[in-house]
């Protein structure tokens, strides 16, 4: 035993010699009064350090550091003596493992003695511990993303009547109200005086469609047609940053999946709203910014209203879809594929064709360009004509667009109404009002 280690281990047995008698016990282990003096300074300092964590439940001297950035989390406990694993670190500094997965981690151990209230020796066992997380791609989180459909799913047929309501028996013709919500950008970042948020997307979508369908009112609405995605959302991934579906850069306030799981709660109200007025038919077009995330949510309202029996939701792959009412086929596009009007007229007699000799009044509707333009092709002339139709939006300006000049004051949504035989009938604006 080394002779610092036997000096030491005789002042602890000896706790009276650990203030007076240095020279008596140099003498007696052949060592300099210095030598005896600094080994029991330092045996009284860990006294009072382990004597304060023994009495103390408090752990005051316990020393936690967070170091947290944009992916990644480092928590350092020391002094501890109530933090000795992993869990307990996870435990006591409340990580949240449902955004943070374990990178690594480092457990030390070392001894502090000192004596207790009775003078008597006591050695306690202190533990410093380090863990490193890294932030979880909720994307590639199957059983998280699992459990949170699961759960928005459940919230929501808790408040969604699947039961038929009893609608209101009126006398006349009935029409049929197209209503949508096109090229919304849910996680838009706004320039400043058109400032954007999840919170003002639902607050325009929902008085959009309150005023829209008061005005139509005066008709008597049989069956509600309502059109979602059109870039709905702003982006359709969030890693390695936030893009579009193809991969082009997008300034977003929010992560993908946060917006998407907010706009799949905001789509449910506005149903659900609807389905109190009359049967809804949800056509789902995805847009060049949120094709894979709006197949997703078309996935997610067909398992939510798969049993109800005046809600249907249309999430067919084919990205333009049609629906026909009486002599009328309503054709929704984003634009963004097909953009040649000559192609557009061929490939709509082809993919209707089953319908294609049976309809007089044919419109297609579009997003994509965030602004009112009409075109008219006439190549079927018995059917008098194609109208297109490409459709406003109630997004803001973002910054690429403002510095490349394509600013627009009107944000508006908008809804038709149509008749069975004479087509459409009305058309209605939303305007959002201008700040």
Same mark, same amino acid.
């Given at each position: ?42 045996i009284r300092a860990s006294f009072e350090n382990a004597f304060e964590v ?25 002094? =501890? ?173 929010? =992560? ?152 627009? =004051? ?26």
């Amino acid at each position: 035993m080394e002779k610092n280690e036997q000096i030491r281990q005789y002042l602890v047995n000896m706790p009276e010699k650990l203030r007076k008698d240095y020279a008596e016990t140099a003498k007696k282990f052949d060592a300099s009064y210095e030598q005896v003096r600094s080994i029991a300074r330092r045996i009284r300092a860990s006294f009072e350090n382990a004597f304060e964590v023994s009495q103390n439940s408090s752990y005051n001297d316990e020393k936690i550091t967070t170091n947290e950035q944009k992916d990644s989390l480092v928590i350092a406990v020391e002094d =501890s003596k109530r933090v000795k694993s992993l869990d307990d670190l996870i435990e006591n500094c409340n990580v949240d493992l449902t955004t943070w997965e374990v990178d690594w981690f480092d457990i030390g151990t070392y001894e502090v003695t000192g004596f207790d209230a009775k003078r008597k020796p006591i050695t306690v066992t202190m533990y410093r511990t380090k863990a490193k997380f890294k932030k979880i791609d909720v994307w590639k989180n199957i059983d998280k993303l699992r459990q949170d459909l699961k759960d928005d799913l459940f919230d929501s047929f808790q408040t969604c009547n699947i039961k038929t309501p009893v609608y209101k028996k009126e006398k006349g013709e009935g029409y049929l109200l197209e209503i949508g919500a096109y090229d919304l950008h849910l996680g838009k970042i706004g320039i400043k005086g058109d400032e954007y948020s999840l919170e003002i997307a639902r607050e325009r979508l929902g008085k959009a469609i309150a005023s829209l369908f008061e005005r139509a009112r005066g008709f008597k609405i049989d069956e509600i047609v309502f059109v979602v995605g059109n870039d709905f959302l702003n982006v359709d991934k969030s890693n390695p940053f936030a893009s579009t579906t193809k991969g082009t850069p997008q300034n977003n306030s929010v =992560s993908a999946y946060d917006a998407y799981r907010f706009g799949r709660k905001i789509l449910v109200e506005c149903i659900n709203k609807l389905s109190e007025e009359a049967p809804v038919r949800v056509v789902v077009i995805p847009g060049n910014h949120d094709e894979e995330s709006m197949l997703h949510m078309g996935d997610a309202l067909e398992v939510l209203y798969e049993q109800s029996k005046h809600i249907t939701v249309d999430n067919s792959r084919p990205l333009m879809k049609g629906y026909k009412y009486g002599e009328c086929l309503l054709i929704f596009d984003h634009g963004h594929r097909t953009k040649n009007y000559k192609n557009l007229a061929s490939v709509i007699s082809q993919r209707f064709r089953d319908v294609w000799s049976s309809v007089r009044h044919i419109e297609v509707h579009r997003g994509h360009l965030h602004s009112l333009k009409t075109n008219i092709m006439g190549q079927v002339e018995e059917l008098n004509g194609i109208a297109v139709r490409h459709l406003g939006s109630m997004s803001p300006t973002d910054q690429w667009h403002d510095d490349s000049g394509y600013i627009s =004051s009107m944000k508006r949504a908008h809804a038709f109404v149509w008749h069975k035989k004479h087509g459409m009938q009305c058309e209605y604006y939303y305007n959002v009002p201008i700040k």
